[in-house]
């Protein structure tokens, strides 16, 4: 049993985090992370910084700035943007619920920094950019 600001909780982390995965909020919250840090990574992989990804997306550099702290409310178009970009593909999927592993299990396995990265930027593979892409915006 613990004690918070005088209010008593036998609940543990995993009860807390499944309470939280059934509001929209938390996944919605997820994706921006997960979106943010692959963008990070595929950042240190190709060794640009946001001034140059900036450059590359013909945007300001506190726009990306702005995406990689989750403020924006950025669109599937921007985000196949920010791929091509930084040499990546963009993958995006519906996975039924009761099909995957939630994320509280993955949190448990794995713990809290490490759930939901999807590890899209692994150095080493090296996939070929289309050479004919048209970039709508």
């Known amino acids: 049993m613990s004690k918070s600001n005088g209010v008593r909780s036998d609940r543990g982390f995993a009860d807390l985090f499944r309470e939280a995965e059934s509001h929209s909020d938390f996944w919605e ?21 946001r001034a140059e990804l900036a450059r590359r997306l013909g945007t300001s550099q506190a726009y990306v700035t702005k995406i990689l702290r989750g403020n924006a409310n950025f669109t599937l178009r921007t985000m196949a943007r920010i791929a091509l970009a930084l ?14 592993s939630t994320l509280s ?6 713990g809290p ?16 950019r289309p050479s004919a892409v048209p970039v709508v915006g």
Do not use: K
């Open 29 to 49: 919250e997820q994706a921006i992370i997960t979106f943010t840090e692959d963008m990070c990574l595929a950042m240190e992989r190709v060794g640009i910084s």
């Open 105 to 110: 299990q993955e949190v448990n396995q794995r």
């Open 87 to 100: 040499d990546s593909e963009l993958h995006t999927h519906l996975v039924p619920q009761d099909s995957s």
């Open 113 to 128: 920094h490490r759930a939901g990265q999807s590890g899209a930027a692994v150095e080493g593979e090296a996939r070929p």
